[in-house]
């Protein structure tokens, strides 16, 4: 009998310990789509200068952001030309949209002071010194890589930089309408 009470005692325990543990996993998805990374995306808005902030307000109401979505986003241009701003609900698919995507093909705008034009070696020091790592990318011509939500991509001819690509990694859902 003590046996039987024992061996109830340790399945009602290891069932506890697994129902704890996908709790907690389902709660760090969701506290994971509903965190903004803040930190991260002040940095690269004080050190850089786009034309425009990364995630800010696209400034359309909830109405007309309802027809934008992740095949169909509302795209915005710098006045100068040479930046295109992409906005997206970041980070979990409520409104407002925010600029989550931003092109850079022209010198006059810079991230972490990296330019168009810039060789490509000494744009990535840069980026290592600010703490973001270097990510696996299939394009031979594009380097990728992030710190936290933000991502960074470098298109480059041989050595030089002709495209920069600043980036939030947004979920997507099936169903949602971005």
Known sequence: MKKEVLMIVLVVFVLLVCGLSNFKKRDAGTMKNMYIDEANIKE????SYMGIELNQDSGLSEE???RYSMDYPY???SEEGGAEYYCFRYPNNNFP???TYISIKDPKYNV???KVG???VSSEQILFVNGYRKQEFPDENSKCYSKGDVIIFLDYN???IKRIEVSLDIETEEDVKY
Not at 44 to 47: G, L, P, T
């Open 44 to 47: 690269v808005n004080d050190n």
């Open 64 to 66: 007309e952001s309802k």
């Open 75 to 77: 795209t915005m241009y």
């Open 97 to 99: 949209l925010t600029v």
């Open 112 to 114: 972490f002071g990296i």
């Open 118 to 120: 810039d060789d490509i």
């Open 158 to 160: 041989e050595t030089t």
